[in-house]
């Protein structure tokens, strides 16, 4: 007599990790909040219909209203409107900066990276290092100090400030294709040094841009806002964000509203920036799930 045994499957469900679901949704939610200030940035005549400018001096310093969504400030003017054509203001200077950091950057990481003088390459990042050595926003304050206040000189000095980082990750990444044995193999087959810079070193290496520009906007806006606060960005009347809490600070007693509301819209952008690039450094390097 034979004995049939049968074999019961088990469909094993592995359920993910309760931290894994929350960052995901932490993720999701910052990308939302960013599509919102984006629409901000793109279509502000759409989302209001108040002037960011106009003031109203029998309106002054009013409380949050159907009328005014965010109040109104210290001249009657509505806030709400002044926080969404603000954004235009705040993340577009925030990436003039990030662009400036990244193109000059990236030339100094791949010089640094890619060259066969180790000279070129000790110059370049002692260049690096004595940039790194000041804090960015005390950089960007020597710099303004010296050429004066001002949009374009605000651009170009934290530009300067955040040159390090970029080029530092590239120089690395470019470092570690360069020493790869694909590349040896190029250079073995014959393929010129310019060939194998344009074909292998610079795609492979230049692929932790977009996090980075991801993660360094964030921080460029709050530079931005930081210094515009000390009155040396966009003046008054200009409705961007770091301007709009300066000049609320001396009417919180009365109008609370008036400074809390543009540095919560402010500080939930910069971080979900930053959580937005940290997922997406995360799924560049293997880690995300």
């Known amino acids: 007599m034979s004995i049939l045994h049968k074999e019961r499957t088990v469909d094993v469900v592995v359920a993910k990790p309760t931290w894994a679901v929350s960052r995901n949704k932490t993720v999701v939610a910052a990308g939302a909040y960013l599509l919102v200030i984006g629409f901000f940035v793109a279509f502000p005549h759409i989302v209001t219909s108040h002037d960011p400018l106009e003031t109203d001096l029998l309106a002054v310093n009013l409380s949050p ?39 000059f950057g990236t030339i100094l990481g791949v010089l640094a990276g890619t060259t066969r003088s180790r000279a070129v390459d000790t110059v370049a990042m002692r260049c690096i290092d004595v940039l790194s050595s000041f804090p960015s926003v005390l950089l960007a304050l020597v710099i303004v100090g010296l050429t004066g206040a001002g949009i374009p ?76 606060f000390l009155g040396i960005g966009p003046q008054p009347p200009t409705p961007e964000w770091g301007t709009i809490l300066a000049e609320s600070r001396n009417y919180l007693r009365i109008a609370w509203w008036s400074g809390i509301l543009p540095g919560i819209v402010l500080v939930l952008t910069v971080i979900s920036f930053t959580v937005v690039g940290r997922a997406w450094q995360s799924k560049f390097e293997g880690r995300g799930q």
């Open 153 to 228: 000189n605000l651009i170009v000095a934290l530009g300067i400030g955040g040159i390090p980082s970029f080029a530092r990750m590239i120089r690395a990444e470019t470092k570690g294709v360069v020493l790869s044995e694909y590349v040896e193999q190029a250079t073995t087959f014959g393929l010129s040094r310019w060939q194998i810079l344009m074909r292998h070193v610079l795609p492979n290496s230049l692929g932790v841009i977009p996090y980075m520009i991801t993660i360094s906007l964030g921080g460029a806006i709050m530079g931005v806002s930081g210094l515009s």
């Open 65 to 103: 209203s159907a009328e005014h969504w965010a109040g109104t400030d210290y001249l009657g003017r509505d806030l709400f409107a002044r926080i969404v054509y603000g954004a235009r203001y705040s993340i577009g200077i925030g990436l003039a900066v990030t662009l400036i950091a990244l193109v």
